[in-house]
Nanobody, 116 residues
Framework: VPLVESGGGLVQAGGSLRLSCASVGTFAYAWAWFRQAPGKEREFVGEINWNGASTNYDVSVKGRFTISRDDTKTTVDLQMNNLKPEDTAVYYC????????????WGQGTQVTVTP
């Protein structure tokens, strides 16, 4: 498994969680987080480029979620603040290995549940 997510769990609305995605021996040009709620399609949450200099977020999480990379550049975190029940989903980490690629390498997902 090239990507391993961790950090999911149960939290009340307004709370925070931090997810991590570790790359196991796989180079990444860019990293992204996606999520999939029950009965819905997978949706983009945000992305960060290889050196952490550029980030991009979906409007639904902008200002609440932050993606960051560690100094070793093998782990990417998703800090989620002011969580809402509608953030409940399985969160997936993904990478692409060149600028022209799609995000095609995926982790197994981690559940985030936000209660009212």
């Amino acid at each position: 498994v090239p990507l391993v997510e961790s950090g999911g769990g149960l939290v009340q609305a307004g709370g925070s969680l931090r997810l991590s995605c570790a790359s196991v021996g796989t180079f990444a040009y860019a990293w992204a987080w996606f999520r999939q709620a029950p009965g819905k399609e997978r949706e983009f949450v945000g992305e960060i480029n290889w050196n952490g200099a550029s980030t991009n977020y979906d409007v639904s999480v902008k200002g609440r979620f932050t993606i960051s990379r560690d100094d070793t550049k093998t782990t990417v975190d998703l800090q989620m603040n002011n969580l809402k029940p509608e953030d409940t989903a399985v969160y997936y980490c993904a990478i692409k290995q060149t600028v022209a690629d799609h995000f095609g390498i995926w982790g197994q997902g981690t559940q985030v549940t936000v209660t009212p």
